[in-house]
């Protein structure tokens, strides 16, 4: 059965950056034809698609975000992370993983304070 | 981008209740559009894949419809564990986006 988990800290400082990582088993995100993302939800609110990448390492970013954002693979050990730089506390959130589009990790809540 | 707009925002219900939520995409999709439910501090559940097709192991008083633009989640006899939040999800072009969410409420 195919499980995601999101590992990181869960406090950032502003201007810091946050980085996660999303181990996945069950699957091998090497072979897999699917693709890999991060989807984050500020606390109260909504859900908003962070980037994505696929089995190849080719991935897409949210246009919003993509001028602070790293998404990359590491096949080695079926993990895949997120890098965010110069974080606010708008970038508080729950950030998930998921195998596009289901199903997603439990969720991570980081946030950014001083 | 696509925007997904999502009505009701909220609404209230009983059980038992037939209930229809809509999204709205500002530009044709096919059918590459999701379901999800969210629970309370738990992660978004996919409910429906392509407009219409159920997730293995969801129940069948959910279904979808629609292609292009409109799209409709119907849950035909709500039960007390179907309060929750709904939101779809456009798969079509980058950026992927959501709906903004309905809370069904009771």
């Known amino acids: 059965q195919l499980q995601l988990q999101e590992s990181g800290p869960g406090l950032v400082k502003p201007s810091e950056t946050l980085s996660l990582t999303c181990t996945v088993s069950g699957d091998s995100i090497s072979s897999s034809s699917y693709k890999w993302g991060w989807i984050r939800q500020p606390p109260g609110k909504g859900l908003e698609w962070i980037g994505g990448?696929?089995?190849?390492?080719?991935?897409q970013y949210n246009p919003s975000l993509k001028s602070r954002i790293t998404i990359s693979l590491d096949t080695s050990k079926n993990q895949f992370s997120l890098k965010l730089t110069s974080v606010t506390a708008a970038d508080t959130a729950v950030y998930y993983c998921?195998?596009?589009?289901?199903?997603w990790g439990q969720g991570i809540l980081v946030t950014v304070s001083s | 981008d696509i925007q997904m707009t999502q009505s009701p925002s909220s609404l209230s219900a009983s059980v038992g209740d037939r209930v229809t939520i809509t999204c709205r995409a500002s530009?044709?999709?096919?059918?590459?559009l999701g379901w999800y439910q969210q629970k309370p501090g738990k992660a978004p559940k996919r409910l429906l894949y392509?407009?219409?097709y159920l997730q293995s192991g969801v129940p069948s008083r959910f279904s979808g419809s629609g292609s292009g633009t409109e799209f409709t989640l119907t849950i035909s006899s709500l039960q007390p564990e179907d309060f929750a939040t709904y939101y779809c999800?456009?798969?079509?072009?980058?950026?992927?986006?959501f709906g903004g969410g309905t809370k069904v409420e009771i």
């Open positions: 998921a195998r596009l589009y289901d199903p």
């Open positions: 990448i696929n089995y190849g390492g080719t991935s």
């Open positions: 392509a407009a219409f």
């Open positions: 530009q044709a999709i096919s059918n590459d």
């Open positions: 999800l456009q798969h079509n072009s980058y950026p992927l986006t």
